[in-house]
């Protein structure tokens, strides 16, 4: 009985090393990398180009468009934009935010929706106008002049 214990743990041993021969070695699991999804790693836009923004918002001569509230439109949209049903054609813009005293040029993209139904504001937006990501900010909306 000892000896077929003894060649049974022989014969295990010796698959053991035919299996990592055959299938190679035991790969430890790798933990997985999550680059974190914050603000910062999703606003592609640069300081110079917000600050750009901001020098032709405060310089080009603007026609009123109203007033609307803006909720933060997708993330993953890079660049300066509001979408709006305030316009019916795209074109350049400025919005102002009263609290921060902040304006900034944006794209102006129309959004079918009833006129106070309310707009999207890109993410770099928000940040320009130093709005809180999750408040839903109150915007004079302008047309710069082309």
């Known amino acids: 009985m000892r000896h077929l214990i003894v060649i049974l743990a022989v014969l295990g041993v010796a698959g053991c090393a035919q299996v990592e021969r055959l299938f190679g070695p035991r790969a430890e699991p790798q933990p997985e990398v999550v680059v974190p999804m914050t603000p910062d790693t999703l606003d592609e836009t640069t300081p110079e180009e917000r600050q750009a923004a901001r020098v032709e918002a405060a310089t080009a001569p603007a026609g009123a468009l109203g007033t609307t509230v803006a909720s933060l439109g997708s993330p993953a949209e890079p660049g300066l934009w509001l ?9 350049r813009g400025r919005v102002d935010y009263a609290p921060t005293g902040q304006s900034v040029a944006v794209d102006l993209i129309p959004l079918e929706a009833e006129r106070g139904a309310g707009s999207q504001l890109s993410l770099a937006g ?11 900010p109150e915007l004079q909306v302008y047309r710069l002049a082309e």
């Open 83 to 91: 979408k709006t049903p305030l316009v019916d054609a795209p074109g």
């Open 126 to 136: 928000f940040r320009a106008l130093g709005a809180a990501l999750t408040a839903l």
